[in-house]
Each structure stands twice: as structure tokens, then as C-alpha cells.
């Protein structure tokens, strides 16, 4: 259940709702909207009885969630999550663009990278210090000695680090080094660790597990939620269909469906959603084109020499041209959206339900 507030409702009126759902050993989640705040109520196996809460001072309406996610839907919430770190946003009035390497290999590789992203405007870089790799005798990532070289990146360009953690030990390290902490496809649905991910007050960049459904992967958020972290970012990274031209297949239609069903940013990873340099460019026009609120992209200094990811990474004069298509391309999608405000896709859905 939801609990609505009215618009006038104080501080002390919230709190006061709040301990009520306490008391009776559930767990809320005052979520403020632009016009009112809601509460969210979760722990709870049965049906709750609304007159509980109806007749609290600054109440407005008990309203029963019947989806299996609560916290990541729009009945909670109705207009989008910005994500907000000093300046730097994602799910804002323009695309994020986080950029960087798949691991960090280097000082040199990680500050030639950094230097161009941050040229370009891009207030986001991303590293991997733990790399999940299909072989065991692959390039496993630095480690510290990579998030040490991702926080050297923060203090020289102000760029805000995105960088993975791959279990419970990496997650306690990137929350000392990192801004936003990732978790994989492959963790998707690591449920011990999405809850530890619930605990840290950094925002999270969760990526679409690579054969999960809408559903799985809105729950696969909701866990995080659920623990009290509502700083999340959704990721489209490709899922397993029987095309092999690509390395995965991107699931564009997930962002407009995401978008109808979720308040939560949700960006697009055309790297490792092909796996190929050459159709990461169309693919990361597309993915804006399809209302992305960002993207998550691969480049290098020099991919041929790569120790992960290196056939998919854009070369740098490749990425600045991306980024000067995918601008263009999202002026056109806000500007259009401006113009025929709710009469498009996800943001008329969304606003049937307000
Ligand atoms: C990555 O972003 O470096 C990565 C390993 O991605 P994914 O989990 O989507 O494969
Ligand atoms: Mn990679």
C-alpha cells in the first residue's frame, strides 16, 4: 500500500504516518514528489487495513499497489528520479553520457581516457577496478590500486566514477572510492548483494540482467529499494536472443516500457550490447532516439592493446563524433516532447495515472 499525503501536509504530519507504520513492524518510505509526498509501505505479507492510516492528520488517500514492485513504480511516484551529484545528473533536462574504459589497466590509459571525456563535456567516467570475466585466466581488473587511480580521475578532472563491484568485499571498497556504484548483469539477480547495495548512500547503476525480464529486473531495483536506497539507475545492456551478429542483442522497446511503468533513469550501453565498435555508434543514436536518459560507453586509447572489451571500444576521435550526433539527436526527442508535451509515448501513459 501507498499512503498519498495532501500537498500541505508538514514535516510532522509525514513523521507522524511514518511511526505509525513503524509501529506495526513495517517499513516506509517517504518518497516527495514535486507537488505531495507519498509513503510507501513495505515488510508486509497481508493485506493492510487502510483505516489504520485514513484518519491521520494530513492524509489524503490509502492506495493498494498491485504490482509486485512498490518502490519502483510510478504509482509512488509519479514524476522521474533525477540522480544529482554536485552538478552532474542523470535522468535531468540532458542526456548523461558516462564515459571511459571497460577496466582501468593503467594511470596512463585511465588519464588519457578521463582527459577527452572531460573535454567533451561528460561529467561521468566509468572504470571497472573488478571485472566479472568469463574465464578465470582473464584479466581480473586492479582492484584498489584501480580505484585509487579512479579517485586521482575525480580530484584532477571532476569527473564523477562509475565503476563496478562484483560482491559484498569490492561493494565495501567502491563506496569509499566511488560515486556510483555498479552492479553487472551477471549480479542482476544476486539478491545478497543488491541488499548490500541497498545499505550504501551511494546511488547504484544497475544493469539488466542479460536474459531477465522487464519484471525481474524492476524487482531486481525494487530490492534495492526496499532497503532504503531510492538513488538507482536502470541499464539496457543487450540480452541473449539466437542473433549472433552481435555479442548480445540491445533491447531498445525495454526504455519507452521502462519508462511508462518506472520513475527510475534508464540508460543505454551500446558497448556491450554489440560488442563491436562499428554498430556502437548507430546503436547509441538509437538508444537516444528511443528516449534513453543516457548512455554508458566504452572508449580507449588504444583498444587493438586492450586487456578487456577492447573490439567494442570506441577510439576517441569515434566518440567525440557519437557525442555530437547523440546531442543533436536528444535536442530533437526533448524538443519534441516540449512541443506535443503528453501526446507522446511513455510521458502520455505516465500521465493517464496522475
Ligand atoms: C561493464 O559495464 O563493464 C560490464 C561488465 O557490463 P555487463 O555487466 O553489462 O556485462
Ligand atoms: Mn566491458
Not at 11 to 29: D, P, T
Not at 131 to 142: E, H, I
Not at 285 to 303: E, F, K
Not at 310 to 326: I, N, S, T
Request: with cysteine.
Amino acid at each position: 500500500m501507498l499512503i498519498v499525503m495532501t500537498s500541505d501536509a508538514t514535516e510532522s504530519y509525514i513523521q507522524c504516518v511514518v511511526k505509525k507504520i513503524e509501529s506495526i513492524g513495517l517499513k516506509a518510505h517517504p518518497i516527495p514528489g514535486a507537488n505531495r509526498t507519498a509513503i510507501g509501505i513495505t515488510g508486509n505479507s497481508d493485506l493492510i487495513d487502510p483505516a489504520l492510516f485514513t484518519e491521520l492528520p494530513g492524509v489524503a488517500e490509502c492506495v493498494r499497489i498491485t504490482k509486485p514492485y512498490k518502490l519502483v513504480g510510478r504509482d509512488l511516484k509519479h514524476d522521474k528520479t533525477v540522480i544529482r551529484i554536485g552538478e552532474a545528473e542523470i535522468g535531468g533536462d540532458n542526456i548523461a553520457v558516462i564515459a571511459g574504459v571497460c577496466a582501468i589497466e593503467s594511470r596512463e590509459q585511465a588519464m588519457l581516457t578521463a582527459q577527452v571525456v572531460a573535454e567533451m563535456g561528460c561529467r561521468w567516467f566509468r572504470g571497472g577496478a573488478f571485472k566479472p570475466r568469463t574465464s578465470p585466466y582473464a584479466f581480473q581488473g586492479m582492484a584498489v590500486e584501480g580505484l585509487k587511480i579512479l579517485s586521482d580521475v575525480r580530484d584532477r578532472f571532476g569527473l564523477r566514477i562509475v565503476t563496478e563491484a562484483v560482491d559484498e568485499v569490492a561493494l565495501d571498497l567502491c563506496e569509499e572510492y566511488a560515486d556510483v556504484i555498479q552492479i553487472g548483469t551477471r549480479n542482476m539477480q544476486n539478491f545478497s548483494l543488491l541488499k548490500r547495495a541497498g545499505q550504501t548512500r551511494k546511488p547504484v547503476l544497475l544493469k539488466r540482467g542479460m536474459s531477465s525480464t522487464l519484471e525481474e529486473f524492476l524487482l531486481a531495483a525494487e530490492y534495492i529499494m526496499a532497503e532504503g536506497n531510492y538513488r538507482v539507475i536502470l541499464c539496457e545492456r543487450g540480452v541473449r536472443t539466437f542473433g549472433d551478429h552481435a555479442r548480445f542483442t540491445p533491447d531498445l522497446a525495454v526504455i519507452p516500457a521502462i519508462q511508462q511503468l518506472s520513475h527510475l533513469p534508464i540508460i543505454f550501453d551500446p558497448s556491450h550490447s554489440t560488442g563491436n565498435r562499428e554498430t556502437v555508434i548507430p546503436m547509441a543514436r538509437a538508444g537516444v532516439a528511443a528516449g534513453a536518459d543516457g548512455l554508458l560507453v566504452d572508449i580507449h586509447p588504444y583498444p587493438d592493446r586492450a586487456l578487456c572489451d577492447g573490439p567494442q571500444a570506441l577510439l576517441f576521435d569515434m566518440f567525440r563524433c557519437m557525442l555530437e550526433e547523440v546531442r543533436a539527436i536528444d535536442t530533437i526527442v526533448k524538443r519534441h516532447r516540449e512541443s506535443f508535451g503528453a501526446a507522446n509515448g511513455a510521458d502520455r501513459a505516465a500521465s493517464d495515472r496522475s
